[in-house]
């Protein structure tokens, strides 16, 4: 199993920066990828950035340019920068863990943070 656990979000002004993290833990070696999503409320999960085991990234159309997607060496943590924040990237932010293993094809998700970008 794999565990996730994101923090950094907060309150911050438009045109202002954040970095947020997404820790994780167990399995890890059985990830393929990790992915950070975004949720308002009354709206779908939509996908923000992803970044493959072998280092491949993307990025929705909103946010290139803008944020960025790291990780440590061994997928210990992964890292969303948010640079030139806009009032429309308030959401909660989740990241989620492509998993294969012992178990099969799972989707393991972290408990989100929130992010606020408001004058």
């Known amino acids: 199993q794999v565990q996730l656990v994101e923090s950094g979000g907060g309150l911050v002004q438009p045109g202002g920066s954040l970095r947020l993290s997404c820790a994780v833990s167990?399995?890890?070696?059985?990830?393929?990828?990790i992915n950070w999503y975004r949720q308002t409320p009354g709206k779908r999960r939509e996908f923000v950035a992803s970044i493959s085991r072998g280092g491949t990234i993307n990025y929705h159309n909103s946010v290139k340019g803008r944020f960025a997607i790291s990780r440590d060496t061994v997928w210990n943590t992964v890292y969303l920068q948010m640079n030139s924040l806009k009032p429309e990237d308030t959401a909660v932010y989740y990241c989620n863990a492509e998993y294969s293993g012992d178990e099969g094809d799972l989707l393991y998700w972290g408990q989100g943070t929130q992010v606020t970008v408001s004058s």
């Open positions: 167990g399995k890890i070696f059985s990830i393929d990828a």
